[in-house]
């Protein structure tokens, strides 16, 4: 089993930054693809970030190309989204999720990830 505990959502105007963090305990860390989720209400989730477990592979949704940039660092087991210029369409609760592996665009698919955190909530004014 891995647990994963997201952190550092909140409220902030567009344009701002927030860095979203995901704990990870259980299983060994490092060996996992690890993926940032989100949905926005009353939609579908959707893919917005992931990395390999060796961090040379990163991915993207369309949506935060440019703005968005995922890291890990294995030894803290923890796995961060820093969110740049952000928009208010970015508002929704963003989840942590990992995968024993996937690759390319398999790695976009939720269905494809065992471990989900509880979520965090962020919120973009206008």
């Known amino acids: 089993q891995v647990q994963l505990v997201e952190s550092g959502g909140g409220l902030v105007q567009a344009g701002g930054s927030l860095r979203l963090s995901c704990a990870a305990s259980g299983r060994t860390f490092s060996g996992y693809t690890m993926g940032w989720f989100r949905q926005p209400p009353g939609k579908e989730r959707e893919f917005v970030a992931g990395?390999?477990?060796?961090?040379?592979?990163?991915y993207y949704g369309d949506s935060v190309k440019g703005r968005f940039t995922i890291s890990r660092d294995n030894a803290k087991n923890t796995v961060y989204l820093q969110m740049n210029n952000l928009k208010p369409e970015d508002t929704a609760v963003y989840y942590c999720?990992?995968?024993?592996?996937?690759?390319?665009?398999?790695?976009?698919?939720?269905?494809?990830?065992?471990?989900w955190g509880q979520g965090t909530q962020v919120t973009v004014s206008s």
């Open positions: 999720a990992a995968v024993n592996y996937c690759s390319g665009y398999g790695c976009y698919d939720p269905s494809r990830y065992g471990y």
């Open positions: 990395i390999s477990w060796t961090g040379g592979n990163t």
